[in-house]
């Protein structure tokens, strides 16, 4: 197992709404775990404590878990990382991406009630997003970065300056996507916003930060932030 090159694991939890209320946050539903699939948290998310073992990898796709990111800090021949619907510390998160500088696809989506929920993982800390400074320039730390994807992320305003730095050339990066959802007490200050279902999704690409983008990605053929 720890020559392990390549892991793909999708925690089986399936949910339905219910009037079940949510540790008192207003968010309503229930879950089933489904046989089989990998151990399942109370709160239905997957565990993975034996990764950091696995230090042969190069391609990791986690969908439904909980990522403690220090389990992640020896992979560093990942060339592919996908981290869908999972719960993490975004602010451990940047610390170990800064580390994986072999990166070629990085795919981030967290779920959609985690904006609500505000659950917790890694010492109690919050899902939030750090606030727009240098620490972004780690998601784009790894000179071979072919795509990257952040879903359903509540990225503050002000990062791409940050994300795209200047004198930074990622020549082989084609495909950029972003999209995240206003926190409920946000407010578009002016900002142009989409409306997207029940959520406000702003559009934050000011010119200064498609200049950003453009100088930093000479060769991208798909943005799309919204």
């Given at each position: 197992?720890?020559?392990?090159?390549?892991?793909?694991?999708?925690?089986?939890?399936?949910?339905?709404?219910?009037?079940?209320?949510?540790d008192?946050?207003?968010?309503?539903?229930?879950?089933?775990?489904?046989?089989?699939?990998?151990?399942?948290?109370?709160?239905?998310?997957?565990?993975?404590?034996?990764?950091?073992?696995?230090?042969?990898?190069?391609?990791?796709?986690?969908?439904?878990?909980?990522?403690?990111?220090?389990?992640?800090?020896?992979?560093?021949?990942?060339?592919?990382?996908?981290?869908?619907?999972?719960?993490?510390?975004?602010?451990?998160?940047?610390?170990?991406?800064?580390?994986?500088?072999?990166?070629?696809?990085?795919?981030?989506?967290?779920?959609?009630?985690?904006?609500?929920?505000?659950?917790?993982?890694?010492?109690?800390?919050?899902?939030?997003?750090?606030?727009?400074?240098?620490a972004?320039?780690?998601l784009?730390?790894?000179?071979?970065?072919?795509e990257?994807?952040?879903?359903?992320?509540?990225?503050?305003p002000?990062?791409?300056?940050?994300?795209?730095?200047?004198?930074?050339?990622?020549t082989?990066?084609?495909?950029?996507?972003?999209?995240?959802?206003?926190?409920?007490?946000?407010?578009?200050?002016?900002?142009?916003?989409?409306?997207?279902?029940?959520?406000?999704?702003?559009?934050?690409?000011?010119?200064s930060?498609?200049?950003?983008?453009?100088?930093?990605?000479?060769?991208?053929?798909?943005?799309c932030?919204?």
């Amino acid at each position: 197992m720890t020559d392990l090159t390549r892991l793909e694991l999708a925690a089986a939890t399936a949910y339905k709404f219910t009037e079940k209320e949510l540790d008192g946050t207003g968010v309503r539903y229930t879950k089933h775990a489904e046989q089989g699939g990998p151990p399942i948290n109370p709160n239905g998310y997957g565990d993975a404590p034996w990764l950091a073992a696995l230090t042969a990898l190069q391609s990791l796709y986690l969908k439904h878990f909980i990522v403690e990111t220090s389990q992640l800090h020896g992979l560093t021949q990942l060339t592919s990382l996908h981290l869908i619907d999972a719960v993490f510390n975004p602010t451990h998160l940047l610390a170990l991406l800064g580390k994986l500088t072999m990166l070629q696809q990085l795919h981030i989506a967290q779920p959609e009630e985690m904006q609500s929920t505000g659950a917790a993982v890694e010492g109690g800390a919050e899902q939030a997003w750090p606030p727009a400074s240098a620490a972004y320039a780690r998601l784009t730390a790894s000179s071979q970065l072919q795509e990257l994807s952040l879903a359903n992320c509540q990225l503050p305003p002000g990062i791409w300056q940050h994300v795209f730095p200047a004198g930074r050339q990622l020549t082989q990066l084609q495909s950029l996507y972003a999209c995240s959802t206003l926190s409920p007490n946000e407010e578009s200050s002016g900002s142009a916003v989409v409306e997207v279902g029940q959520h406000a999704a702003p559009l934050r690409l000011a010119g200064s930060d498609l200049a950003c983008i453009m100088a930093a990605c000479p060769y991208l053929q798909g943005l799309c932030v919204w």
